[in-house]
């Protein structure tokens, strides 16, 4: 988790990842995680929420993606 506030908002981010399973592996060359970064708070004081899904190739933590 980390938490942000500058530019009018006020942003937690949040991460899950897990290892990207053989099938994907075998169909993207490379992959490494599936990762999911959720963003809430406010944003110019009004609520805000988005969810980002992706895959990447990078071979390092969870904490170190975020």
Do not use: C, N, Q, Y
């Not at 009018?8 to 990762?35: C, F, M, N, Q, Y």
Request: net charge neutral.
């Amino acid at each position: 988790m980390d938490h942000e506030v500058s530019h009018g908002r006020d942003i937690t981010w949040t991460l899950r990842a897990k290892e990207a399973p053989e099938h994907i592996k075998a169909d993207l060359h490379g992959a490494s995680w599936i990762v999911e970064v959720m963003a809430t708070g406010t944003r110019e004081g009004k609520p805000f929420k988005a969810t980002h899904r992706f895959i990447t190739s990078l071979r390092t933590t969870p904490e170190a993606l975020l």
